[in-house]
């Protein structure tokens, strides 16, 4: 880039003059992604970040027609599909896209966990990335409510609730998130809030610190990578190489995501986000109330749990577990020592397996036994 | 042990004393007659269940006597027996209390007291009058020890029961042979319009015999008063027909109103075909062509315009059906369709005016909104096809774009410097 040709390379110089962007584009060059059987994985990160920005675009728009309330928000969303201008495309990518991060971003945090991706130094980053995942849940949690339909009302109603059956504190927070001890518009403007200033807020800085530490640590070797011999190590450039197939990627993605949204503009089966009949408070709930299908896992194990075990509430016991396992996952890099130093750590790859399995069966259950 | 012989004695006092109240107050009626009678349909069994039991009456109250005697010939000889009414003596033995406005106050104020009064002036009452015991009278719909009131779904004047109660002695061609009328009424109504919606869809709101012959006034409506049975619920038409000029026509010619074009017991569902002047409808048979007044144009263009509202409303349900199958947003047409329907139910009401000044603005209105909503739905549908256009357009795009990124990828990675 040191050239200076035609326009762009004017511009360039002219840039570079003021904010001095050649090191940063020397690093780049520099920089290195090992090339192995699981280099697929990488790009899961990058799928999960495109969707992001999808997100953040297509928010906008809505937000510009949407207005929350129990009396506008069903109507405004209503509007939005019915009579602005390709309305119906931005929900419609917005509805996809939401759920295709969330599932990208799973395929991205297993990936990294059975690839041991966590393993020091970058326990930062896994703690970042699982703060995320965790974000991006809210995200799809506020974000449900948000159009004020039946079914949103009623899934909230019930997600909310069992925040309510937490100890001492379950009062405090359920009336902290509903903005009374019932699902009412005071709901939806704070989860409106979350859903449109606290959690993008947040989301960005954690996610403007995962990707500081992803660009100084680089990508993660395999476990085994120290034991190769130089000439087995083969790896690509960051840029343009590997930027370039990340570009090729969100292209493929962006692709897959217009002919999701045009074919199936209202989701596929029991994924879907049909507006429906607006929420009535004093109507008898839908026969079937099902939450977003990530949270459908939870969901179905709190649902089969006995409703009592040795004398404390099954819901209860499910919530702690579920909380517990939660700081586990969270903290996996710090307990797993063997991979640390090296080792392959297999107690770690069966306790991961454990997890996608319980997790699988009990989606699949989930929409089974409804 | 002397002591406690007064104590003995005053005790089996107090305890004869008590036998000998609970023994008075027992109604002895039923400990006799449940003996001696077998089977759920013995009175006894019955009156289990009969509202005047559960408003604490007694036999007595009914028959008379002394229920406290043990013997029943000591009770037909107490004061007050009236033992078993004859038929023609009912009316009078329930009209007792049916008919005195102040007793039956304390067990139901807002309960009619007139229904002796009306059951005179009925057919069953006039005929009664004349020592015919063959006709109904209040156990005949209401049973005898079986009574409930007349809004509880066990009562046999329920209006889902009742035209099975009448149609007990009126489809009984034999028992109905020497009044001569016909006795296909129960068949007809039960194939009615009127008979599928009470019958067949319990709808409770839907006319029972009662409600055009009457109750206990019961009596076959008279050619001048059939407009007025109809109206009593469709009160729009009939408000409509008196104010048309058939209804002087009618009158003039004696044809009873409603019943002319569409029968009586066997109201089937309004067609549209019963206006105009094609062969099945009703106009033709007093209208025709030169009979020098405007009648038979008029039905051919009321005719004429009902078919074009109910042809636009088909082809736009049609267009708004094919958008919907395309997954296509059609909330807002589907309620015009709803207005269509309205204007649709308005004008064949609008019919019995048979004024085309009447029903022209409104079948007029119904035809513009059918097609304005299927041009709508013709933009949706035109819309889908707009979408899948895009997409093609942009997948193409965007595909072209991948293409070129790959190609340069594989260029990039040809060169030495870059390869992996």
Same mark, same amino acid.
């Given at each position: 880039m040191n050239q200076v040709n035609g326009v762009g390379g004017r511009l360039y110089k002219w840039i570079d003059e003021r904010v001095k962007i050649q090191a940063f584009v020397d690093y780049m060059a520099h920089k290195s992604v090992p090339k192995h059987r699981h280099s697929i994985w990488y790009y899961f990160g990058g799928i999960s970040l495109f969707f992001f920005i999808i997100q953040v675009a297509t928010g906008i728009l809505l937000l510009l027609y949407y207005r929350p309330g129990a009396d506008t928000a069903y109507e405004s969303v209503k509007f939005i599909i019915t009579k602005v201008e390709f309305g119906w495309l931005i929900r419609a990518i917005h509805s996809w896209s939401a759920n295709l991060m969330i599932l990208a971003a799973f395929i991205h945090m297993f990936s990294v966990y059975f690839t041991k991706a966590y393993r020091r130094p970058?326990?930062?980053?896994?703690?970042?990335?699982?703060?995320?995942?965790g974000l991006a849940m809210f995200f799809g949690f506020s974000g449900y409510l948000l159009p004020w339909n039946e079914l949103a009302f009623f899934a909230t109603?019930?997600?909310?609730?069992?925040?309510?059956?937490?100890?001492?504190?379950?009062?405090f927070f359920l009336n902290l998130m509903r903005g009374s001890s019932e699902v009412t518009g005071a709901t939806i403007t704070r989860f409106f809030g979350w859903h449109v200033a606290i959690l993008p807020a947040l989301f960005t800085v954690v996610l403007?610190?995962?990707l500081i530490l992803v660009q100084r640590q680089g990508m993660s070797e395999p476990v085994d990578w120290d034991a190769k011999k130089p000439s087995e190590k083969t790896v690509m450039p960051f840029f343009p190489n590997f930027i370039l197939r990340d570009l090729l990627l @969100?292209?493929?993605?962006?692709?897959?995501?217009?002919?999701?949204?045009?074919?199936?503009?209202?989701?596929?089966?029991?994924?879907? @986000?049909?507006?429906?009949v607006k929420a009535d408070p004093f109507v008898p709930p839908p026969p079937v109330i099902r939450p977003e299908w990530y949270f459908m896992f939870a969901f179905q194990t709190l649902k089969m749990l006995p409703a009592t075990v040795m004398h404390i509430e099954g819901e209860l016991i499910g919530i702690f577990g579920f909380g517990l396992g939660g700081i586990f996952w969270t903290l996996v890099p710090f307990f797993d020592r063997k991979t640390r130093h090296g080792q392959k750590g297999r107690l770690f790859v069966i306790i991961g397996l454990a997890?996608?399995?319980?997790?699988?069966?009990?989606t699949i259950l989930g929409y089974i036994l409804e | 042990m002397q002591r406690l012989i007064p104590v003995t004695a005053v005790f089996v006092l107090i305890l004869g004393l008590c036998f000998s109240i609970i023994s008075s107050a027992q109604d002895n009626c039923l400990d006799c007659h449940t003996d001696w009678e077998d089977g759920e349909n013995s009175p006894t069994q019955k009156w289990t269940y009969d509202i005047h039991n559960q408003v604490g009456l007694t036999c007595a109250d009914c028959h008379g006597g002394d229920p406290t005697l043990d013997d029943m010939d000591d009770v037909r000889n107490s004061k007050g027996y009236r033992g078993l009414p004859s038929t023609a003596q009912i009316p009078q033995f329930c009209g007792r209390c049916h008919s005195d406005a102040t007793y039956m106050k304390k067990f139901n104020p807002?309960?009619?007291? /007139?229904?002796?009064?009306?059951y005179i002036t009925s057919r069953h009452g006039v005929l009664l009058g004349t020592? /015919? /015991?063959k006709v109904a009278t209040c156990i005949s719909c209401h049973s005898a020890h079986n009574t409930s009131p007349a809004s509880s779904p066990m009562s046999s004047v329920y209006p889902l029961n009742l035209p099975a109660v009448c149609s007990g002695c009126h489809s009984d061609a034999e028992y109905m042979a020497e009044y001569g009328i016909p006795t296909d009424q129960y068949e007809k109504f039960a194939s009615s319009v009127h008979g599928h919606a009470l019958l067949v869809n319990e709808d409770i709101g839907a006319p029972a015999c009662n409600d055009c012959h009457g109750n206990h006034g019961a009596v076959p409506p008279g050619v001048e008063n059939i407009s007025a049975v109809c109206g009593s619920c469709h009160a729009k038409v009939a408000s409509l027909f008196a104010d048309s000029p058939h209804r002087a026509a009618f009158e003039e010619n004696g044809f009873p109103q409603c019943e002319t074009c569409h029968s009586n017991h066997d109201i089937i569902k309004p067609l549209d075909n019963m206006v105009g002047t094609e062969q099945n409808s009703f106009c033709i048979e007093c209208h025709s062509e030169d009979d020098g007044n405007k009648g038979f144009e008029t039905a051919s263009v009321i005719s004429t315009l009902l078919d074009s509202l109910v042809r636009s409303e088909q082809n736009a349900i049609e267009v708004i059906d094919e958008a919907e199958i395309k997954g296509m947003e059609i909330d807002d047409e589907r309620f015009a369709l709803k207005d269509v329907r309205s204007s649709l139910v308005e004008s064949r009401s609008l019919v019995h005016s048979?004024?085309?000044?009447?029903?022209?603005?409104?079948?007029?209105?119904?035809?513009?909104?059918? /097609?304005?909503?299927?041009?709508?739905?013709?933009?949706?549908?035109?819309?889908?096809?707009?979408r899948r256009k895009g997409l093609g357009i942009s997948t193409v795009i965007i595909t072209l774009l991948a293409v070129i990124i790959w190609i340069k990828i594989r260029r990039i990675e040809r060169q030495p410097r870059n390869r992996a």
């Open positions: 970058r326990e930062l980053t896994w703690l970042t990335g699982v703060g995320l995942l109603k019930v997600g909310t609730g069992m925040v309510g059956a937490l100890p001492f504190v379950g009062d403007t610190v995962h @969100w292209l493929i993605a962006l692709n897959v995501l217009a002919i999701l949204a045009v074919f199936f503009p209202y989701g596929v089966g029991p994924f879907h @986000w049909l507006l429906g997890a996608v399995i319980f997790i699988l069966v009990m | 807002a309960l009619p007291v /007139d229904q002796v009064a009306k020592g /015919d /015991d048979f004024s085309l000044d009447e029903i022209r603005p409104e079948l007029e209105k119904g035809i513009a909104l059918a /097609d304005v909503t299927r041009i709508n739905g013709l933009g949706i549908i035109d819309n889908y096809f707009f």
